[in-house]
């Protein structure tokens, strides 16, 4: 005897699935029409991922509008950071001089004129 056989006229069946994985499924029930997942609200608020997807989300977010204001990224403020500390490092040959990261090179190529070490 099937569960449909079962119940009784008007009773309410609830079944409770449970993904492993956050993926879209093809339909609910094997041989079902297909979910058409442009109709689906997929939006999720950013509080609903766990803190570390929250961070990096955040950082996107904040990295987009540094550059579409115009300034530094938050890698770029931390490599900008780097270097000022970097700087004024004790054997650093820029130690006591106001920070200029003009005059670095940061391509790491040799300037015109000079010729990697000989060994």
Not at 9 to 30: C, D, F, N, P
Not at 36 to 48: A, L
Request: glycine fraction near 6%.
């Amino acid at each position: 005897m099937c569960i449909r056989d079962r119940l009784k006229e008007g009773a309410m069946l609830q079944v409770t699935l449970v993904k492993e994985l956050e993926t879209w499924w093809k339909s609910v029930v094997t041989g079902d029409p297909e979910i058409d997942t442009t109709k689906v609200d997929s939006v999720r608020h950013v509080s609903e991922y766990d803190e570390e997807t929250q961070a990096g989300i955040q950082k996107v977010m904040f990295d987009q509008d540094q550059k579409r204001k115009g300034l530094p990224t938050s890698d770029e403020m931390q490599q900008h950071d780097l270097l000022r500390k970097a700087w004024d490092a004790e054997g650093s040959p820029f130690k006591g001089q106001p920070f200029d990261p003009s005059v670095l090179n940061m391509s790491g190529e040799m300037p015109p004129g000079m010729a990697p070490a000989q060994p």
